[in-house]
């Protein structure tokens, strides 16, 4: 187990309103990933990355293209959440979110994509740069840093606990 920090400012992003308004689909699309999923608080903690400004996770087109696969094995079935995990979206398996501005936090990093943003024409992984971190957790991390929900740019140190093994967990479609 390794300790990353990285810094950078909370944000409302435009896919909290939807991850949000979508949660009972990402609890069902991600609960073979995250089995207590459906006892975290609904939505992420979105946070860009001031330094270093991008960020790769380990795995990440690995995750993206399983998490394809698996929305394929689903038929992208809207209520199963199957069109998330088509579109390459994923609850890393290997990273944790240790602390946030020293406060202990019991999250999980989460990546949100879209087919044409994720994928080229051809379905193959097309490069991404991770510049900002999504983090779901158990706790609603706002009010854990006493920050207003208007709070847009406020300054937070992320730590990081990445795995260097995991256990691989089956997604929907892996034997």
């Given at each position: 187990?390794?300790?990353?920090?990285?810094?950078g400012?909370a944000?409302?992003?435009?896919?909290?309103l939807t991850l949000h308004q979508n949660?009972?689909?990402?609890?069902?699309?991600?609960?073979?990933e995250v089995?207590d999923?459906?006892?975290?608080?609904?939505g992420t903690?979105?946070?860009?990355?001031?330094d270093?400004?991008?960020?790769?996770?380990?795995d990440d087109?690995?995750?993206r293209?399983?998490?394809?696969r698996?929305?394929?094995?689903?038929?992208?079935q809207?209520?199963?959440g199957?069109?998330?995990?088509?579109?390459?979206n994923?609850?890393?398996?290997?990273i944790k979110?240790a602390?946030?501005?020293?406060?202990l936090i019991d999250?999980r990093?989460y990546?949100?994509?879209?087919?044409h943003?994720q994928?080229?024409?051809?379905?193959?992984?097309?490069?991404t740069?991770?510049?900002?971190?999504?983090?779901?957790s158990?706790?609603?991390?706002?009010?854990?840093?006493?920050?207003e929900?208007k709070?847009e740019?406020?300054?937070?140190?992320l730590e990081?606990?990445?795995e260097?093994?995991?256990p691989?967990?089956?997604?929907?479609g892996?034997?």
């Amino acid at each position: 187990m390794r300790t990353i920090t990285l810094h950078g400012k909370a944000v409302n992003g435009c896919g909290w309103l939807t991850l949000h308004q979508n949660w009972p689909r990402v609890v069902i699309a991600h609960l073979q990933e995250v089995p207590d999923i459906h006892t975290y608080v609904p939505g992420t903690f979105n946070v860009d990355l001031v330094d270093p400004r991008t960020w790769q996770p380990p795995d990440d087109e690995e995750l993206r293209l399983r998490a394809r696969r698996s929305g394929e094995a689903l038929s992208r079935q809207y209520d199963l959440g199957g069109d998330f995990l088509f579109n390459g979206n994923y609850v890393h398996p290997k990273i944790k979110v240790a602390s946030i501005n020293g406060n202990l936090i019991d999250g999980r990093v989460y990546y949100p994509g879209t087919e044409h943003w994720q994928f080229d024409k051809d379905g193959k992984v097309a490069p991404t740069v991770r510049t900002r971190i999504e983090i779901l957790s158990k706790q609603h991390i706002r009010t854990v840093l006493k920050m207003e929900d208007k709070d847009e740019g406020y300054g937070v140190t992320l730590e990081l606990m990445i795995e260097d093994t995991s256990p691989t967990v089956a997604l929907p479609g892996e034997t």
